[in-house]
């Protein structure tokens, strides 16, 4: 490992390792700071930490740093830093963005996120089998769409007058710039229910998908979802798993809501498939209004009759696009 290497990688570590800061990284961004990457990231960086991190927190996370980096055992395949040219530009904008990406790769090459279309979907833990029915359908319908707009125009949602729905935003000037030969892809966070089966239906239907975990790499949680990383790595199938959190942190009820603004942060569009009134996929929906994401909910007549989308359909009575299929 040469110097540059060791010194990307200790300073990975060590922010992934301090205590979350909401307003960390917007702070650097509104000063036009940069992390220094070095083989001791806590003094390199010091003059920034001072403001959010006491010695003693610091010093904490400098010992934990330097512990793993010993082991020489590392469970990610690649990590991306605030800088590097392949960041994700739509997740660069977002108030507060991760400062670090720990990624795990199906088939072990690093994923350049601006070489992708993304389309979030996110949705309860416990859906009715007219959802998954939806899921399956949204992403088959990625076979014959070039590109996330395509894929709402032929879904009901765009139409050929308005089809930019976030005129002169910050949004659309990205979109301008991107090429128009990317790669379409879903993102969603691998818990149970519809995040699951969101990527199951990319592998079935041969669209790359990423999971933003809640926990560290080297701490996957739910385990139960682990067996379709390895069925897509066996079909050398693009599936990769991704988190802010240091590798050994294992997922907590604080964890899941972080995670949430990062798979809003990859795309300007976000799929709402059920969710009640409580649902903690609601608070994906919360950080798509405070991002500027277009939120579109997944509506079907059988709700009206069992319920379950409560929180679905609150959106859709406020004036969300919604998409409903006769299935």
Do not use: C
Not at 167 to 193: D, E, M, P, W, Y
């Amino acid at each position: 490992m040469s110097y540059q290497d060791g010194a990307r990688l200790l300073t990975a570590l060590f922010f992934s390792s301090l205590p979350y800061r909401r307003k960390f990284l917007h702070f650097v961004k509104e000063k036009h700071l940069q992390i220094s990457l070095s083989e001791t990231p806590w003094d390199a960086n010091k003059e920034i930490l001072k403001f959010f991190f006491s010695p003693k927190l610091i010093e904490y996370s400098k010992q934990k740093t330097l512990s793993y980096y010993k082991k020489k055992n590392f469970s990610f395949d690649f990590f991306i830093i605030w800088g590097d040219p392949d960041y994700p530009e739509l997740l660069k904008e977002i108030y507060d963005p991760p400062l670090v990406l720990f990624g795990k790769s199906s088939i072990k090459t690093v994923i350049n996120f601006n070489k992708f279309d993304l389309l979030s979907i996110v949705g309860t833990r416990k859906p009715l089998a007219i959802s998954l029915q939806g899921v399956d359908r949204i992403v088959e319908m990625f076979r014959i769409s070039k590109s996330t707009d395509t894929l709402l125009y032929n879904l009901g949602i765009l139409n050929q007058t308005s089809k930019d729905l976030f005129g002169n935003s910050i949004i659309h000037q990205l979109k301008l710039n991107t090429s128009k030969n990317l790669q379409i892809g879903t993102v969603s966070g691998f818990a149970k229910g519809i995040d699951f089966r969101v990527h199951r239906a990319s592998i079935y239907f041969q669209v790359p998908t990423i999971a933003v975990l809640g926990s560290g790499i080297d701490q996957i949680s739910p385990k139960s979802s682990l067996p379709l990383f390895f069925e897509a790595k066996r079909s050398y199938h693009p599936f990769f798993l991704i988190s802010e959190f240091f590798p050994t942190y294992k997922a907590g009820k604080y964890t899941f809501p972080l995670r949430n603004r990062i798979i809003v942060g990859l795309s300007p569009y976000l799929i709402l498939v059920q969710a009640g009134k409580k649902s903690g996929a609601l608070i994906s929906v919360d950080y798509a209004l405070q991002e500027n994401r277009e939120i579109i909910v997944f509506h079907h007549q059988l709700f009206d009759q069992v319920g379950g989308n409560e929180g679905g359909e609150e959106l859709i009575q406020q004036g969300a696009n919604f998409i409903s299929f006769l299935l």
